[in-house]
């Protein structure tokens, strides 16, 4: 009996090609914009967690500020830190491997004709190591860089590529802000990150020549570091804050004007604001199956009505009431089904180009398809019920009177 009502519902959907069509735009609408924010949402949390994920699980960034503003981020009313801060740090915290300093700015690098606006980045050897960044050809900062300020860098690949195309940059000077800069090195490609910046697209100088003749000024914008192995971040991070409040001179009444975040912290917020966003996207997106399956009513309202007198007959020869309602519920759930089916082929197609255009995982999430069914599936059996029920109730003699 069911395969029979099948049979039957999908043969009245048959007949009706473009209103059938048209009842389940939207629910196609609904699974595929869920299904497409959803994976997206997923490939974007995944992304993030392998970026920062990649730098080092022990590492740990301190910014100036109270709070976490991203790449740059220093609060323009808290004291920048200074090399002294980067010295001590380094002297008096026995927990930590690697110090680094980090100041930058966005500057026009020359070579020849070709120039190409870049991140120049003033920092140390330590740089490297606390960033687990590796070199594919030539050599780092030594100590005596460092301290001389002396005038030379560190190219990413993107930079390489467009001052230098196929040639060797090694031993060649390239001019930044006026000032000559031979390239010692090419840092090996990482690719753009999850915030959509390229992060080959860097120059790395000594931070003493940055500070004297980049910026004019001693400052360090923020500070990287990197726990030993074996020691706890949590540790460290309590050590950092216990020695940069005794040098900044904050008083046990007094915030923090700096801030340290270790990677775990960093990933859970950028999670959990990736999650809130994809929930709420979603949800949008879900408001639509509840429209389609208001227009799924509707037409088999409709439907009731132009098929009245077939009702009639059915129920006059011996249908029983039951089976009038299960044909009429079952093309509401063939339709609502149908429809979620094409949404998810969509959503998955959409989801997939997202992926490949914004650079992230495309994650295959089978719970979400199989929510995303059985929700459409659901939709069809709420809102074809009432029509199912008043196709069942009819009176057999009213209904075959119906003209």
Request: contains cysteine; charged residues 20%.
């Amino acid at each position: 009996m069911i395969w029979e009502t099948f049979l039957l519902a999908q043969r009245e959907i048959r007949r009706n090609v473009l209103r059938s069509s048209l009842t389940i735009l939207g629910i196609v609408i609904g699974v595929a914009a869920v299904i497409t924010m959803v994976t997206l949402g997923g490939g974007a949390t995944a992304q993030v967690t392998k970026d920062i994920s990649s730098l080092g699980s022990n590492m740990l960034l301190m910014r100036p500020g109270q709070g976490f503003r991203g790449p740059g981020g220093a609060s323009s009313t808290s004291p920048m830190f200074k090399m002294e801060d980067v010295e001590a740090l380094s002297r008096e915290i026995s927990g930590l491997a690697a110090v680094a300093p980090s100041s930058n700015r966005i500057i026009q690098a020359i070579y020849g004709n070709e120039n190409w606006s870049t991140t120049v980045t003033g920092t140390t050897n330590a740089f490297l190591e606390v960033r687990n960044w590796a070199l594919t050809s030539g050599r780092a900062f030594t100590s005596a860089d460092t301290r001389a300020g002396k005038a030379v860098c560190i190219i990413g690949s993107t930079v390489r590529k467009e001052l230098f195309g196929g040639l060797d940059p090694l031993g060649v000077s390239i001019r930044l802000q006026k000032l000559s800069f031979q390239v010692i090195g090419v840092l090996e490609s990482k690719g753009q990150s999850s915030f959509g910046s390229d992060q080959d697209d860097v120059v790395l100088i000594p931070i003493i020549a940055f500070q004297r003749r980049i910026a004019g000024n001693q400052d360090v914008a923020s500070i990287y570091l990197s726990a030993k192995d074996g020691v706890s971040t949590e540790k460290v991070k309590k050590d950092v804050e216990t020695l940069m409040r005794e040098r900044r001179r904050i008083g046990n009444d007094q915030d923090d004007d700096f801030n340290v975040r270790d990677l775990k912290e960093i990933i859970q917020a950028l999670t959990s604001s990736t999650r809130v966003l994809t929930a709420l996207l979603a949800a949008v997106a879900a408001v639509s199956l509840l429209v389609g399956g208001i227009g799924i009513m509707n037409i088999m309202l409709v439907s009731v009505t132009e098929r009245t007198r077939e009702i009639g007959t059915r129920l006059a020869i011996g249908a029983l009431e039951k089976e009038v309602l299960m044909q009429f519920l079952v093309e509401a759930v063939v339709l609502s089904c149908f429809g979620g089916i094409i949404g998810i082929i969509l959503g998955l197609s959409a989801a997939l180009a997202g992926a490949h255009a914004l650079n992230i995982p495309f994650l295959f999430n089978l719970k979400i398809v199989s929510l995303a069914f059985v929700f459409s599936a659901a939709v069809g059996v709420i809102f074809g019920y009432f029509p199912a029920r008043k196709a069942a109730r009819l009176n057999p003699i009213e209904a075959l009177r119906h003209e």
